[in-house]
């Protein structure tokens, strides 16, 4: 019994496409990045902003920074490598949430690194796969773009004094979600249904 699982095992690590190793390293990095910065947002910004907003703005960041690493993951799960090229380039101007999010460019050079790799052998892509590497981003951005440019005012009253500024709204935070999430099935669904390239 044992001495059958070992080939098997040897088998299955011999047959894990070329790319796959910096993928999922550059999956990691950024969903411990987007973790990070919604622990950040959600402790550090102020109580008068915490009270308006609610949880969902920091976690539509939160979904919209990771959307890369996620579907990273599913590009290693289905073997399509096309998703880490569409991560990868999602990444670059993910940056844009904030200075802190700049590390994000780090997962994304592995993610090109592992589509580099695992596409070698691939003379060109199927028009699905050139719509995931090149749309992935776009729905992201669009979701972001409504959440932090349509912002609104707030004022706070506390015993002892008052503030107030803009806040992202829940409501806007609600479509970003629903957007992100649509976007990476989608591009899973076009990912999937594409040819896998050559072994």
């Known amino acids: 019994m044992y001495g059958s699982a070992v080939p098997f095992a040897l088998a299955t690590r011999q047959r894990r496409r070329s790319g796959t190793t910096p993928a999922i390293v550059g999956a990691l ?3 411990v990045l987007a973790a990070g910065l919604g622990a950040i947002r959600a402790t550090h910004g102020s109580i ?8 969902l703005p920091t976690l539509a960041i939160v979904i919209a920074l990771a959307a890369p690493g996620i579907v990273a993951l599913i590009g290693v799960a289905i073997d399509r490598p096309v998703l880490f090229g569409a991560a990868g380039i999602a990444c670059l101007p993910l940056a844009i949430v904030s200075i802190a999010a700049v590390p994000i460019w780090l997962a994304g050079a592995l993610f090109m690194i592992a589509f580099v790799r695992a596409t070698s052998t691939q ?5 699905l796969g050139g719509l995931v590497l090149v749309g992935f981003q776009v729905p992201i951005l669009v979701g972001l773009w409504i959440l932090i440019t349509e ?3 707030f004022t706070y009253n506390f ?3 008052s503030e107030g500024g803009e806040y992202f709204t829940p ?7 629903v957007i992100v999430t649509l976007d990476i099935f989608v591009v899973t669904l076009l990912a999937r ?3 896998p390239p050559r072994a």
């Open 48 to 55: 008068g902003e915490r009270h308006v907003e609610g949880p």
């Open 171 to 177: 409501g806007n935070a609600v479509i970003c979600i």
């Open 123 to 127: 003379r060109s892509l199927s028009l």
């Open 29 to 31: 990095t950024d969903l």
């Open 159 to 161: 015993p002892g004094g």
């Open 193 to 195: 249904l594409s040819p």
């Open 151 to 153: 912002t609104h005012q």
